[in-house]
């Protein structure tokens, strides 16, 4: 087998950010029903399959009601992390523009989880419009209903002398 004949990883196209021109769009976290509800099924069949093949049966032991068992407490958890992103990066922007008492110039958004549910959350970094930028703010906004969870304010302490 010679190294061009090796298999490789790829991202799907939706997620692959180099093959994309224009806007980019988050996916959405709802995608995660998907293996959830797969992993639901897939663990109800390993536990009816122990109950119909009985206790004689040589390749299904007591190991397909706890592989049963854990697939289906998996997929639940991936139905109620699966949470409908219905504010996206320009939203979660606007939002957090209206939280901070200055006028923002540079902005930057990074989408994160948190919470054990993992909730979708808008980490958005603001700089005011002057130059150099005299404050900059990070306010978290829910990816969810666009609710403001934090925000921190400060004057700038980065050093911009070189750049001017």
Known sequence: ????DDVRDSLPDDLNPSVYVGPYLFPNN???RIPGFIYIGIGIVAIVAYFVAGTDAVL???GFIGAGIVLIVFGAYHLQAGWD???DETDALAAATKEVAFPVGHASAQLAWRGLRSRPTWRIL???NEAPPSQRGLVLVDGVNAAIVEHFVEENPEDWANYS
């Open 1 to 4: 087998m010679s190294e061009s």
């Open 126 to 128: 603001l700089y005011s």
């Open 60 to 62: 299904i032991n007591t």
């Open 85 to 87: 992103l219905a504010v």
């Open 30 to 32: 709802s995608r995660r």
